[in-house]
């Protein structure tokens, strides 16, 4: 992209289109501006509706520069939206179906392959009521939500007169943009890792990936092999961990020079996606959602008009990118860095909940089978009932490098880490939340007793349902797929070490046993929290272990994300 006036005019029109557009959708402009016409007369917010829907109604793809481009955006990044939405489970325990919502991020879906403008509608619609923009997601919806700006300022650009035209966002910028914040959410990851040990180069030469893997097989992941077999990829990771994590590091630092040639952007978006990939096998991650953005992306680039793909690329436009990211994500404007970045360590600790069938056996429950609330389950979900403190947090992670090298010092030596955890463990207490997770859980499984509906596609095409973003869905007991009525759920929590050449179980106890009988189903509860609450939940507890003043972080009340709070 050229660095003239006419391009950054352009840009800056964008940009400012995606913040209206963000304040409008994601921070809730929209529904304060229908409040208070609705406090006015009841009549006037379905007129607002109204009136908003036929606008956006009105701009066709014959309104929109370089259509090619955006049509690719557009349809591809909304395709993968709603799939995970749309396929997403019921809640037994609240029943909402949401039946109406789906339909309509449906026809949404289906409208903007005629009218671009409808994506405005669909991501209203993934932000309430399903609130999707949650961690994975939020990689391709800023993309969409990028490209429905897009949409909208040419839809009123081509209102304006002949002598403004030049001024307006072409398909160059919008690539340029899209890529940019593709860009940002992995160079930011880099610059975290920087800034993570003593040195610059600290997290390549002490981070052990190695560990991820093992403590990943003993969440769940990779349980198709047995132990023996997947220690072999352990200890391969482990003697690859320097240039598999300087790779790693180059790829996400270096993502900016995606913009120095079209050449550059589709290879950019196939190493990020074979980077995922090796997330995914190292430790069950799953960023598919990311992986088929970069996807979109590279489609997006092949369907820019010749003249216009040479003039988006060069140089200049990586320069520009670059400053683009230091200027607006990594000060938190227009959107917020993605700072992913820990300390890997050996030791585990993690909740189980263990169903009991009415024919007595006994299964375990995975995040899988707990939607909507996947990815809950599939953390650190109810670590404010932990019956020890917590040492680790998510996989065995850890913040702090001489809080790492105290764990890895400790060993598999029960009395070593119990002088550990009472130097850096922390126990985040709240009864509420304890309470209300066995009343959920009672209700949950009474619900589905009685019948309630847990699945939005029927048995032969379950298949088809989009995947979750942690994938621990193996263990030592069969896990639960509803073959049988459940009488009873028992939560037990287990600490485990990796030594080097086996997993050691410190500790398994059970905590607390649920009864679900006939009245469970009617059992009062209020829906789980979010999984990033909990995760602030108990990053809160290790901050203030440390030190840190996490209440004085820009925007914790107003539920900022817990890496621009790890920032802080």
Not at 116 to 136: E, I, M, N, S
Not at 186 to 197: D, I, N, Q
């Amino acid at each position: 992209m050229s660095l003239d006036l006419h391009a950054l005019v352009r840009l800056v029109a964008l940009s400012a289109g995606y913040w209206l557009l963000d304040v409008a959708i994601r921070r809730g402009g929209a529904d304060r501006l229908v409040a208070a016409a609705r406090s006015r007369h009841r009549l006037f917010e379905p007129l607002v509706w109204a009136a908003a829907l036929a606008a956006l109604a009105a701009i066709g793809w014959e309104h929109v520069p370089h259509f090619e481009v955006a049509r690719v955006l557009t349809l591809g990044l909304l395709a993968l939206l709603i799939w995970k939405v749309v396929t997403e489970d019921i809640d037994p325990a609240t029943g909402d179906g949401r039946t109406a919502a789906r339909l309509g991020l449906i026809a949404a879906g289906v409208g903007a392959c005629f009218r671009p403008a409808l994506l405005v509608v669909g991501l209203l619609l993934l932000t309430r009521p399903f609130d999707a923009w949650r961690h994975h997601a939020i990689l391709p919806l800023r993309a969409a939500l990028a490209t429905a700006a897009y949409v909208v300022v040419s839809g009123l650009a081509a209102a304006l007169p002949a002598a403004a035209l030049p001024y307006a966002p072409d398909g160059a910028t919008l690539v340029f943009l899209v890529a940019t914040i593709h860009a940002s959410h992995y160079a930011s990851a880099g610059l975290a890792k920087l800034r993570l040990g003593r040195r610059w180069y600290s997290w390549v030469l002490e981070n052990r990936i190695d560990h991820m893997a093992a403590n990943a097989y003993a969440w769940g992941w990779g349980r198709r092999f047995a132990w023996p077999i997947w220690h072999r990829f352990v200890r391969a990771l482990r003697f690859g961990r320097v240039p598999l994590q300087a790779g790693a590091l180059a790829l996400e630092l270096l993502a900016p020079i995606a913009l120095l040639a079209p050449e550059a952007a589709v290879a950019a978006c196939i190493l990020w996606s074979a980077f995922h990939l090796g997330v995914l096998a190292c430790g069950g991650f799953w960023f598919w959602d990311w992986l088929g953005a970069d996807l979109v992306l590279a489609l997006a680039v092949f369907a820019l008009p010749g003249p216009v793909r040479e003039a988006t690329f060069g140089w200049p436009a990586v320069v520009a990118s670059v400053a683009f990211i230091a200027v607006f994500p990594m000060r938190n404007r227009l959107w917020g860095p993605t700072l992913l970045a820990w300390w890997e360590t050996p030791f585990t600790q993690r909740f189980h909940w263990l169903v009991h069938g009415r024919s007595g056996r006994t299964y375990e429950v995975h995040g899988d089978f707990m939607g909507p609330h996947e990815r809950l389950y599939a953390k650190i979900h109810a670590c404010f009932m932990a019956p020890v403190p917590l040492i680790t947090g998510h996989l065995g992670t850890v913040w702090d490098d001489d809080h790492r090298d105290a764990v890895r010092a400790a060993g598999a030596d029960p009395d070593r880490l119990n002088a550990v955890r009472a130097r850096h463990g922390v126990q985040p207490r709240d009864e509420r939340l304890a309470e209300n997770h066995l009343a959920y859980l009672r209700r949950f499984f009474g619900a589905l007793n009685a019948g309630a509906r847990k699945h939005v596609l029927p048995a032969p095409l379950r298949w088809l349902r989009a995947p979750g973003s942690h994938l621990y869905y193996g263990g030592d007991l069969p896990a639960y797929r509803g073959q049988e009525p459940v009488t009873g759920v028992t939560m037990r929590f287990r600490e485990q070490y990796y030594d080097e050449e086996k997993l050691v179980t410190i500790r398994d106890e059970a905590v607390h046993t649920v009864t679900v009988d006939a009245a469970a189903a009617d059992q009062p509860c209020a829906s789980e929290p979010l999984s990033r609450d909990v995760e602030i939940m108990l990053a809160e507890a290790f901050w203030r272990r440390r030190g840190v003043d996490y209440q004085s972080a820009e925007g914790v009340r107003e539920g900022a994300r817990l890496e621009q709070l790890e920032a802080k």
